[in-house]
């Protein structure tokens, strides 16, 4: 037994919690994972991994209960996004979002804003979160979709591009700037807009490098008309409600990356044990043990501290922006660096598709740009021990 294998066993979990995550893992073993490669091969939508999912609730262990939810610990929930993950990255992140998109409606909305959009989540609808524009990446206080009143409603003009799910959610958490508001930071605004809205179009799939089967589009606004009553908060309020979103979001991205570093490890290790080069297995190369051993100990740091901030959040902390900074830095990262030095270890055989060594290295690298590129989260860690 490793010391990983000795974290693992250690790691606790309730019994209704290990319920849980047995029936995950089942699901990720004998549905997602073998679905995974034709999925990423066609780029078509993983209906299937999905339909799995729904079928045992799970989108309802973070809806509250009386909004048809089964609501259990966010470090529950970011175990189960790294066991998806693991088994199919695009499958992760398309159940991410689900909890990205709608997570501030939960903490955020009104009572009558809940009980009539939640839900729909819960029975397994999709969410999405529509923050970034052509012209606002990781400055949103640059966004230009102009949010105007109308008696009760709100027009909706703009456009938003790289949104994950923008095409297949029932409801998109969109974020915009109050037209009566001449302030970057102060306009911004957070609306609801729901499936089907007259004058909203998703545009076609991103033909990406990883993630191929998870949608990824751009959404025009024309006029769209929504009920001002899907405004979440007051005018203005939008800039304080995105960056909780997104403190609570980023270690969701840590999990995900987590999963991808958990697979391209185990793939890497299983082959290195069986691969004969000079008349040894690989993996007693003195060089590929030090390798292996930097990224093993990198992996259980990633695990301690992912769960670690999970466990914040659920004690409910009221400060952990830049905690959730350093798990979403450091998982990716090593998913990165781990699936790279997967796809070395099994040589040539890493860049072809017969091995899912070269999927992991596609997958891997998303996780380093959103949710803040790993420039930025370097630069809030940074900046947080100046003395002012």
């Given amino acids: 037994m490793t010391f990983l294998d000795r974290y693992a066993a250690r790691r606790t979990w309730d ?35 999905m339909d799995a999912l729904n079928a045992l609730g799970l989108n309802a262990i973070f809806v509250p209960e009386a909004y048809g939810g089964a609501p259990m610990s966010y470090r529950l929930y970011l175990e189960c996004v790294s ?30 804003q809940k009980e009539r959009l939640l839900p729909a989540i819960a029975e397994g609808g999709m969410g999405s979160l529509a923050i970034t524009e052509p012209s606002a990446g ?21 456009e938003k591009i790289f ?41 076609p799939k991103e033909n990406k490098m990883g993630h ?78 030090f390798l292996v051993a930097d990224l093993a100990s990198e992996l259980a740091l990633v695990e301690s501290w992912t769960d670690y901030v999970g466990t914040l959040i659920d004690d409910g902390a009221s400060e952990f ?21 997967a796809v070395q270890m099994f040589g040539g055989y890493g860049y072809i598709s017969d091995y899912r060594a070269e999927r992991l290295m596609r997958d891997a690298k998303i996780t380093q740009i959103w949710e803040g590129t790993n420039q930025v989260h370097r630069q809030l860690i940074g900046r947080s021990f100046a003395q002012k």
């Fill in 15 to 49: 019994e209704q919690e290990q319920m849980v995550l047995d029936q995950v893992q089942k699901v990720a073993d004998e549905v997602i994972a073998p679905a995974a490669a034709g999925y990423d091969a066609s780029g078509e939508f993983p209906d299937a991994s």
């Fill in 83 to 112: 066991i998806i993950s693991e088994a199919c990255a695009s499958t992760g992140i398309i159940y991410a979002t689900n909890f990205h998109g709608m997570k501030p409606l939960i903490d955020f909305g009104s009572e009558e």
């Fill in 138 to 158: 990781s400055d949103a206080t640059g966004m230009k979709t102009r949010f105007t009143p109308d008696g009760d409603d709100i027009l909706v003009d703009g």
């Fill in 163 to 203: 949104i994950s799910n923008g095409d297949v959610a029932e409801r998109i958490l969109l974020f915009g700037k109050w037209s009566e508001i001449d302030d970057a930071k102060g306009a911004i605004s957070a609306l609801v807009v729901e499936k089907a809205t007259p004058g909203f179009t998703p545009g």
């Fill in 212 to 289: 191929r089967a998870a949608s990824t589009v751009s959404l025009s606004f024309d006029k769209a008309r929504v009920p001002r009553a899907n405004l979440l908060g007051a005018p203005g309020e939008g800039l304080s409600i995105l960056l909780a979103s997104l403190n609570k979001s980023r270690p969701s991205i840590a999990a995900h990356a987590r999963g991808i570093a958990r697979a391209a490890f185990k793939d890497m290790i299983g082959y290195t044990n069986e691969r004969v080069q000079s008349g040894r297995c690989i993996i007693d190369f003195q060089a590929n043990q």
């Fill in 321 to 341: 922006g830049q905690e959730a900074s350093v798990a979403k830095l450091r998982a990716s990262d090593l998913a990165m660096r781990m699936s790279t030095e």
